[in-house]
């Protein structure tokens, strides 16, 4: 009913940027809050960034001063730009929105995930 597709994850190198897109698709009315979440090998999966509808946004610590999102709500569509990469933002990446369809449903979504690689 609702899918989440992730795109722009691939190999980066340390000091170097990437930029993740996730867009939603599917019988959507609107969408509260979008975000990014990653899991490391061995880790558990650990919040990135969120932003709200009206555009409002929290990051983790790890990634503070790095990394910004943003989102096109005509477009249902989040963003992830990554600056300073480093080694340890080696992870798997999750977009994921809380959505509003029709008819009335609220479903939270996750996408399938995008690897991405940081080099030395």
């Known amino acids: 009913q609702v899918q989440l597709v992730e795109s722009g994850g691939g190999l980066g190198q340390a000091g170097g940027s990437l930029r993740l897109s996730c867009a939603a698709s599917g019988s959507i009315v609107s969408i509260n809050n979008m975000g990014w979440y990653r899991q490391a090998p061995g880790k558990q999966r650990g919040l990135v960034a969120v932003?709200?509808?009206?555009?409002?946004?929290n990051y983790g610590d790890s990634v503070k001063g790095r990394f910004t999102i943003s989102r096109d709500n005509a477009k249902n569509t989040v963003y992830l730009q990554m600056n300073s990469l480093k080694p340890e933002d080696t992870a798997v990446y999750y977009c994921?929105?809380?959505?509003?369809?029709?008819?009335?449903?609220?479903?939270?979504?996750w996408g399938q995930g995008t690897p991405v690689t940081v080099s030395p």
């Open positions: 994921n929105a809380g959505t509003i369809t029709t008819p009335y449903r609220y479903l939270d979504v």
């Open positions: 932003i709200t509808s009206g555009g409002r946004t």
